[in-house]
């Protein structure tokens, strides 16, 4: 076995001037070694020897000179002698030589032939030598042919001004559906008779041996039995050597997927653009090199603006001092998580009378190969009657709750010196009918609570009253409380014996009320409603659990949305407004919490909310 380590091997090969290889027979043939002259030949001819493959001499030559060469390698194996070969190295960047491959076995004892070293001498060619002139023209002339027919485009040369077919490829007479037995050396308005409805292009493409100027077609729709598309066609002149066209060479390209993506991208940009128009949405760009913003024009009439373009600081200072921190905040988020955002701010406007208005704005960022956001682009609608319709109604619903507070404390109050009186006496119908009457108070009592709340959400006037209170203790009072006014339910709590939070003990208060609740307001009668106060990752986490008539999945992410109710015939007959779970939301969302809930439809449901623990 040679020894490939060798350092007396490694010299003679370093001192060889003539590439030399040392290639194994089994399993194949790989190069196991060779000499500085050989890796030198192989990169000036345009190989790597990435991975020293003995195919890159076989990937140089025409088939036929192929097969002689394994036939060779073959010989010296069977016969364990020397053999000569003289090839042409017909595809590689030095054409104009031969090479003379000799090769030698390793002989070892009687054992087969395992290795071979072959050594390559070039020999140039005589190029005025008509033989090798020859050769070349033919096969340039198969370089060529096969390159045309293999071309992945549609392929043809026409001959003359009558545009006789000399060559066509596969894919152009496919589009043709024609052979080549009735297309090649006849007219192209004689073979094809379909040309006939085509004459200002075929008398614009006879005009290429008058003038020499190349065509180029864009977007030429054809129909054929077999085809119905759009392609780009160009039509390059052939000359002599008198300068003269006598052919006309025809690539011919398949554009039908493209130019149906333009028009549906046509189609789908017309649709945008009737809808902002109809909604008076306005667009905008923001080209963060240059840090330039482009308005469209029912964006520079939002913000009455003289110009379609103004700089990124010009911008800011139109949006109002409160708004300006959440606004650019948002657009910050949205870049670092690559996704949407939308956003409502106020802006102030300066121009012959001062005024305010409300926007939203929706946007996204995009960005080049490198990862960096290079553009954001968006739309923005006035929204300002719509808030000022919103800031009026909650001004209203605020003023018409605490105005009802007054008669309804009032009359809690009669009620509670009337249940005082009569419980002295053995009127016992009397006594239950203002229970009941107490019951109700109370319930229209939280109902205008949760109107004054949402109004004082809205406004932000809202503020949070914070102490340490033990979250377990809290849990037990609300579902003794919730005891006494719901008799028709089981309510159980669960939970650690304490958990002590910083939080308004009044509004979480509220949250577990309105949590329990709903939870007997959507469940049968006698049903468990189970309450649970759990730690997890420095969270207290409370959960409400009922046997009712469950949620469908795709309605649980609008539960905790202001004013909406789940739609079902079996909510139909339960009251509401669709408040409670909107105050919930912010009271837990302002302590740094989360809510959430999940639901199995026609089983029950669960309804949770976090509250950081107390350090």
Known sequence: MIDLASPFLKALLKHAKSPIIIFKLKPVLVVVEHNDAYQALIERIGGKLKFYDINIIPNLLSDAEKVLLIKTVQKVSELKARRMLVIHPIYSNSPNVKWE??????????????????????????????????????????????????????????????????????????????????????????????????????????????????????ELKITTPVADGY???????????????????????????????????????????????????GSWNIDLESKQVLLSER???????????????????????????????????????????????????????????WLRTAGKAYYNEEGKAIYIAGAVLDITEHKQDEIRKNDFIGMVSHEL????TSLSAYIQLLQHKFKETDNDFTIQILDKINVQLKRMSLMIDGFLNVSLF??????????????VDLIKTVA?????????????????????????????????????????????????????????????????????????????????ERFYRVESPDTKTIAGFGVGLYICAEVIERHQGKIWAESKFGKGSTFYFSLPISK
């Open 101 to 218: 491959l000799e090769f030698s076995p390793v002989l070892q004892n009687d054992g087969p032939v395992e290795y071979i070293i072959c050594s390559l001498r070039e020999i140039p060619q005589d190029e005025n030598n008509l033989g090798h002139i020859l050769f070349e023209l033919s096969e340039s002339e198969a370089r060529f042919r096969g390159f045309f027919e293999q071309a992945p485009l549609g392929m043809c040369v026409l001959k003359g001004p009558e545009l006789i077919t000399e060559y066509a490829n596969d894919n152009i007479l496919k589009l043709w559906a024609k052979t080549r037995k009735e297309v090649i050396g006849i007219p192209q308005e004689e073979a094809r008779p379909e040309l006939g409805q085509q004459r200002a292009l075929l008398d614009r493409v006879k005009d290429i041996f008058k003038n020499g100027q190349p065509l180029t077609i864009n």
């Open 231 to 281: 392609f780009i066609a160009f039509y390059e002149p052939l000359k002599n050597d008198k300068n003269e066209v006598t052919r006309v060479l025809v690539i011919i390209k398949d554009i039908t997927e493209q130019v149906n993506f333009k028009k549906e991208l046509l189609k789908a940009k017309d649709i945008l653009k009737i809808a902002m128009d109809a909604s008076e949405m």
């Open 299 to 357: 964006s520079q009439q939002i913000y009455e603006l003289e110009s379609n373009r103004l700089g990124i600081e010009e911008a800011k200072s139109l949006v109002s001092d409160e708004d300006i921190k959440h606004l650019t905040s948002g657009i910050r988020r949205a870049l670092h998580h690559r996704n949407a955002f939308n956003i409502e701010y106020q802006i102030n406007l300066n121009g012959i009378s001062a005024k305010s208005k």
């Open 405 to 408: 507070k007054t008669p309804l």
């Open 458 to 471: 809205e406004s932000g006037k809202i503020l949070l009253n914070r102490t340490n209170f033990n979250l």
């Open 480 to 560: 003794d409380e919730n005891r006494i006014v719901l008799t028709s339910h089981f309510i159980q709590v669960i939970g650690t014996k304490e958990v002590v939070v910083n939080a308004d003990m009044d509004k979480i208060g509220n949250v577990l009320n309105n949590l329990i609740g709903n939870a007997a307001k959507y469940s049968k009668k006698h049903s468990l409603i189970a309450i649970k106060c759990e730690i997890q990752n420095g969270y207290a986490v409370v959960s409400v659990e009922d046997e009712g008539i469950g949620i469908k999945e795709n309605d649980i992410p609008k539960l905790f």
